[in-house]
């Protein structure tokens, strides 16, 4: 009995004492990224054929729209590169120009998309411009506050597609990587 | 935010390492006091006793039932972000979790009543943490991956999924033998909280799709809450740098732990009975009670449902008002669709996580007499008092179930008790539960004429690195015991 005692509690005595931890190397996380892809929609705008033919002259519409998702200080300070993805739509019966620039806070053209898009019917014209390496300046992004959007009819201000509810489209997406952890 | 964010990070580091699901070795050891915390019914052999303060009852573990330390730490000359991406983001579901109570005996005692000897009390305090966190599945890839090229895939919110709180607990306990079957006991309990948080309710989801004007569409449906009480003082603390923040926040706990804080009731209760003189049923449910928060209390929520496919503009519409600010106004839309509330007003009540314990124990073999004659010579009785402990072997089964937000969580332990002379008792155990099914324990009770001496360790097999082990602990505890005069 006494041998069997002294053997339990010799291994109780040797389990708790061996316990042991494999070296682990921490410097590890040195080394860790975490840099998600996100997209989203940026910007939409659609006219009808009817407003193009109202217009006067032959800019039919110009505006500048405020636009702080990419200087926000969490997305300008953490993003790596991306794309600008446009798609142009005519159903209408003009040529039609479409320009879209990037602006700074002073109202400085940053960078500038030029689409011109034949009368309907046409494809659907795409785009994908890349930032980052490989691409244009990530300041671009970094530095967009704002978008302007002017739009020219290179047609006549009378005709009507025989396309219904005919309209000129942009859509646009921006797909982006961005560094959370590093 | 420095201090904060070291105070959350060592919050959550507290509850990583000090990680407690069961006792399954203290639990019916009759000769340890700090037994009767977890059956107020259990069979009492003593005459009166008194932990050391402090150290009459300690308790750690270390746990995880998804990865370990070594599995991303371990120095193999694999690629962190290789481990990372395939053992946690997306080698962990959303049942894994990072669980745990603790409990710090800072006074325990027990005496038997003179008169009514079969009546013990009990009574003490001590500090207890508990935490759940769930692994947020979808989260994580949602913020490792991000939404592209995951086209209709909803991230689910409610894979967020949290609780946990800091409180000390006074109570005090009556154990009584009703008949020479059946002992039962109870004891009563006020909660003084230090902080609790609780985010166990989240709903909706987030979801990128094809849009109807636009490339695409983001929706977000959300039914989210998270409330605290107690986490504002200690944030205005760390945030004030004119002040020391150590000495500051142990004024701030030692005053919410002595009845300051938010107070709340609880009860714990307990039964042992013999189904014959061998064989012996036990059960116990603890922590039946509430906290009400009525002071430092915040409640943060996010409810609505938005889609949003970007700015907008549709012509002629849009020509009505030229200086339309038409991002600020999708700015403003969203928050209105999906309304942020902080509100540090609105009081709540939270429920302590209950424990179930339940056993089943067959004891065999007498003491002898060194002439080998049968013999009621157990010394821990007192007067005419017949010992609860009159036999060398134990053998048994042991049930654990605590309530959990996911649902109940459950442990099965075999375990066999040799008692050795007056002065040892050993228990192994085998547990099987969702963190571990090689869990085998031993604990060791030691007793040098009044003082008692104990050591538990669990999950022993995961010793052999503890950086790999799932789970592992031990528990200690001094105590001075009297067990009467015979």
Not at chain 1, 139 to 147: E, F, L, M, V
Not at chain 2, 396 to 406: D, F
């Amino acid at each position: 009995m006494k041998n069997g005692l002294i053997y339990l509690l010799l291994g109780f005595a040797l389990v708790c004492s061996s316990a042991c931890v494999e070296e682990q190397d921490f410097d590890q996380l040195e080394d860790l990224q975490v840099t998600p892809t996100i997209e989203a929609s940026i910007l939409y705008i659609e006219s009808p054929e009817s407003v193009i033919n109202l217009a006067t002259g032959i800019s039919f519409y110009a505006n500048t729209f405020n636009f702080d998702a990419f200087n926000e200080t969490f997305f300008a300070d953490k993003v790596l590169d991306g794309v600008v993805i446009y798609e142009v739509e005519n159903t209408t019966s003009k040529e039609l120009d479409i320009t879209v620039e990037f602006l700074d806070e002073a109202g400085n053209a940053l960078d500038i998309e030029q689409f011109s898009v034949n009368p309907a019917p046409t494809a659907l014209l795409r785009t994908e411009i890349a930032y980052g390496p490989g691409g244009r300046s990530l300041d671009i992004i970094r530095n967009t506050s704002a978008i302007r959007v002017s739009a020219t009819n290179l047609g006549d201000n009378t005709s009507v597609s025989n396309l219904p509810d005919p309209k000129i489209i942009l859509r646009s997406s921006g797909r982006f990587r961005i560094e959370l952890v590093q | 935010m420095r201090k904060r964010i070291f105070f959350i990070m060592a919050m959550l580091l507290w509850y990583g390492i000090v990680y407690t699901q069961n006792k399954q070795i203290l639990y019916d050891f009759r000769e340890i006091p700090q037994a009767l915390l977890i059956n107020p019914g259990m069979e009492t052999p003593y005459a009166w006793y008194g932990g050391i303060p402090a150290l009459s009852g300690i308790s750690l573990q270390t746990g995880t039932n998804g990865i370990t330390v070594h599995d991303i730490f371990a120095d193999d000359g694999v690629d962190i972000n290789l481990k990372v991406r395939e053992r946690a983001v997306f080698g962990l579901g959303f049942r894994d979790e990072l669980s745990g109570t603790f409990q710090l005996d800072i006074l325990n005692g027990g005496f038997r009543d003179r008169n009514r000897p079969e009546n013990f009390y009990s009574f003490g305090i001590y500090l207890e943490g508990d935490a759940i966190g769930y692994w947020p599945q979808d989260l994580a890839i949602l913020g490792y991956e991000g939404n592209a090229d995951a086209l209709g895939r909803r991230f689910n919110l409610s894979h967020l999924k949290t609780k946990g709180e800091l409180v000390n607990v006074f109570h005090f306990g009556l154990n009584k033998k009703l008949n020479r079957n059946l002992t039962v006991g109870a004891r009563g309990k006020v909660y003084s909280s230090i902080f609790n948080f609780s985010s166990t309710r989240n709903k909706g989801y987030f979801v990128t799709n094809e849009g109807q004007n636009n490339l695409l569409s983001n929706t977000l449906v959300a039914d989210m809450e998270l409330r605290t009480s107690g986490l504002d003082e200690i944030d205005d603390i760390l945030d004030d740098d004119s002040i020391d923040s150590g000495p500051a926040l142990a004024s701030l706990f030692r005053r919410r732990a002595l009845l300051g804080g938010n107070l709340g009731l609880g009860v714990d209760v307990g039964f042992s009975y013999k189904l014959n003189r061998q064989t012996v049923v036990t059960g116990s449910l603890l922590d039946v009670g509430f906290i009400y928060h009525t002071k430092d209390v915040r409640r943060i929520r996010l409810q609505g449902e938005a889609t949003v496919e970007g700015v907008e503009v549709i012509l002629p519409d849009a020509l009505l008002d030229p200086s339309a600010d038409f991002w600020q106004d999708l700015v403003d839309e969203v928050e209105a669709l999906v309304p942020f509330e902080d509100n540090v007003s609105k009081n709540y009540i939270s429920f302590r996580p209950i424990k179930l314990n339940g056993s089943i124990r067959y004891d065999f073999e007498e003491p002898k007499t060194p002439r080998g004659e049968d013999c009621k010579c157990d010394y821990r009785v007192s007067g005419n008092r017949e010992s609860p402990i009159d036999y060398l072997n134990s053998v048994g089964g042991h049930l654990y179930v605590i309530q959990r937000p996911r649902g109940p969580q459950a442990a099965l332990t075999a375990f066999y008790q040799r008692r050795f002379g007056r002065a040892l008792s050993l228990k192994a155990t085998y547990t099987a539960d969702k963190f571990t099914l090689t869990n085998v324990g031993l604990g060791m009770n030691l007793q040098a004429g009044p003082i008692n001496f104990y050591f538990m360790a669990d999950n022993l097999l995961g010793y052999r690195n503890l950086a790999d082990s799932h789970y592992a602990s031990f528990q200690l505890g001094l105590n001075i015991i009297s067990w009467g005069s015979k």
